[in-house]
């Protein structure tokens, strides 16, 4: 009889007991929810005071920075009738000089600023360590009745700040740091969501970072350098060659509307006596198509004994085109020009 009522006792004790770690587990559970939406209020309170705190100091910078731009660039103008000798010495005319510039600075109303820009160049945006490393900053203001708009912005960036056309533009979300809070602007739209984020500071922390590398130029040089190929006569053959390949696999639009004049064979003949250059021949192409080409002839220089110097330097091929447009035109013309070189190395030789 005890037995069971001592196992009854037991089983209530344990009820009991896991009812009440149920109950402290879920106030538990609760306070910690508590907390943590105090702790979120309580940074949206930091950064709201730190935000007011910024604005304020930007304020008064502001007015600064227009008080002494106006005691910098105000030009005093004296009234017709005051004269200097009215005033006896020089004296006089300084002291009114200063009573018209403080009243001028009275009556003028402050600027009111669109949007300041701190601009960060010349740097990297970091990770690790987060930040923007071996950068500069400048100042870029806006003030009425001007406005921010994308070309304008671009421009003043692109003369004062380094900006290019493969820089990337970054702004920093308010309350937020780098690199974590920084918004890529690509487009006007973008510069519409800037204005917005910083309605109420009017100030934007603005970040470039160059993506041009140091090769970049010495590529551009080597690239230069491979053109010298096309002209010998090998690589007009070798180019001709190409686009052969090119045009069998490539659809050509109508060859309608092209007027392409080519350099006549009999313009091709050298005088070795005189050794005058054969005229430059514009190619002339229709109006909708985006081709320039131009084919000069070029007269190998002859020594002392009567060779010729330079017989490889016959045809120099320069074209700005189009795949295609290059296609058709080699393909309609390359009887022409093959006929071209190999008068001329006949010459030559």
Known sequence: MLKKERAALDRTLNQERAKMDQMLKEERTELDRMIQMERVKVDACIMQARAEVD????QEREDM??????????????PPKVQVEDFGNEAQVEAFGNEAQVEAFENEDPPV??????????????????????????????????????????????EDFEYKWDTEMYYLKPGMTVPDGLILMTSPEDLD????????????HLYLQNNSNSSSDSDGAEKDNNYEDYYTTEGVKSFIGDYEAFGATS??????????????QNKLKRNRESCQPVKQHVVKHHKDQNVDAIVPAVVPEVDETGIHAADINTVKIMATVSHASAAKCLKKHRGNIQAAIQEVTEGSD
């Open 251 to 264: 659809d050509i639009a109508s060859e309608e509307g092209s007027d392409i004049n080519l350099i006549s």
């Open 113 to 158: 600023v669109v949007m300041e820009f701190t601009v960060h160049f010349g740097g990297q945006i970091c990770y690790d360590p987060k930040g923007y490393k071996n950068g500069l900053v400048g100042m870029k203001g806006f003030v009425e009745p001007d406005t921010v708009e994308w070309s304008m912005l671009e421009y003043q960036l692109q």
């Open 55 to 58: 604005y304020m100091l930007q």
């Open 193 to 204: 969501q800037l204005m917005h984020d910083h309605e109420g500071t009017k100030l934007c």
């Open 65 to 78: 920075i227009s008080k002494a731009a106006r005691e910098i660039d105000i030009d005093i103008e004296i």
